[in-house]
């Protein structure tokens, strides 16, 4: 009795089908990846972004004193009191932000005691920054951009009467 058997073209067809769909699922799969990791990356740049943003906010808000250390107002120095539960006082500290290679920085100093917590502090991943104080108008304008183009953040403070 002769078994039926698949010819040599019935077995190259099946077998080129077969890889076909096989590239195709591929394609599907590394396409899927791919806009997964640009919107992780969005999200991301984003998120830094906004944490750069609310973190100068939040700096700003709790300045008693701001001082513009030159005639463009893009720099200025940030004069904070903190209540310190340890020391049970109150201590001075000043805050300035920089970008250095992309990095957002704050530069901390203590007043009352130099030695204390100082220095610089990694705050994000940026892309730009702009900080301008004006002086005579009372407020502080904040724009921060990530590496995303959905990422720039602008946002203007009141900052009423201060010393």
Request: with cysteine; glycine share 4%.
């Amino acid at each position: 009795m002769k078994r039926p058997a698949f010819t040599l073209i019935e077995l190259i067809v099946a077998l080129a089908i077969a890889s076909l769909l096989v590239a195709a699922i591929s394609m599907i799969l590394s396409l899927n990846l791919s806009l997964t990791n640009k919107a992780y990356l969005d999200e991301k740049a984003y998120k830094q972004a906004s944490h750069a943003a609310l973190y100068i906010e939040d700096k700003v808000r709790r300045a008693y004193k701001i001082e513009k250390n030159d005639l463009s107002g893009d720099k200025f120095t940030l004069y904070i009191s903190s209540y310190n539960k340890d020391k049970r006082a109150f201590e001075e500290s000043t805050y300035k932000f920089f970008l250095d290679n992309k990095v957002l920085y704050a530069l901390v100093s203590n007043l009352d005691t130099p030695s204390d917590k100082g220095g610089e502090v990694r705050i994000c991943e940026l892309e730009y920054l702009s900080l301008k104080y004006d002086k005579k108008n009372q407020y502080v304008e904040i724009i921060v951009e990530g590496k995303s183009k959905n990422s720039r953040i602008e946002t203007c403070i009141n900052l009423g009467e201060r010393e």
